[in-house]
C-alpha cells in the first residue's frame, strides 16, 4: 500500500514551491525552503525571471544571459544597457548547423535521406510534375 504522505517524494526541487530536496530526512518534510524571485533585462527591455533560494543579495548573478536574445541581463534594466553586447550574437540551431556542414554535405545528407525514404516505399520515385 503506497503512504498518500510519500505521494511527493523523489520530486525535483522547485517542481512544487517550497519542495525541498529528494534526500530530505523525514523530519524535514513538508518545511518551505525560502526561494526569491528575481529579474533581468537586457538592453531590448526583454525581462527575465529566475527563482533562486532566498540567499544574500551578494550570492544572486548581478548578469544573467537574456532568454529570448542571448544578450547580458542585469538586475537593473539601466545598468544592462552598458553591458557589453555577445560577440557573435545569438544562433539559432540552423546557424549552429551550417557552421558545420558546408551546401554540398547538406546535399548529399538530403540525398541520402530521399532516396533511404524511396527505398521504403514512404515516397514514390518520382514525384508529380517532374519528368
Keep these: 500500500m503506497v503512504h498518500s504522505a510519500s505521494a ?3 520530486t525535483r526541487v522547485g517542481v512544487t514551491e517550497g519542495a525541498g530536496p529528494k534526500n530530505q530526512s523525514e523530519a524535514a518534510a513538508g518545511q518551505r ?18 527563482v ?24 537593473d534594466g539601466k545598468e544592462a544597457a552598458g553591458l557589453e553586447p555577445l560577440e557573435e550574437g545569438f544562433k539559432s540551431h540552423l546557424e549552429y548547423v551550417k557552421e558545420r556542414r558546408s551546401d554540398q554535405d547538406a546535399e548529399a545528407v538530403l540525398a541520402g535521406a530521399l532516396e533511404k525514404l ?11 510534375g517532374n519528368p
Design 33 to 50: 525552503v525560502p526561494r526569491i524571485r528575481v529579474s533581468f533585462w537586457c538592453a531590448k527591455g526583454h525581462e527575465t525571471q529566475l
Design 118 to 128: 524511396r527505398a521504403g516505399g514512404v515516397l514514390p520515385d518520382e514525384l508529380p
Design 8 to 10: 511527493f517524494r523523489g
Design 52 to 75: 533562486f533560494l532566498r540567499l544574500p543579495d551578494e550570492q544572486i548573478p548581478a548578469v544573467w544571459d537574456c532568454r529570448r536574445c542571448g544578450a547580458p541581463a542585469a538586475r
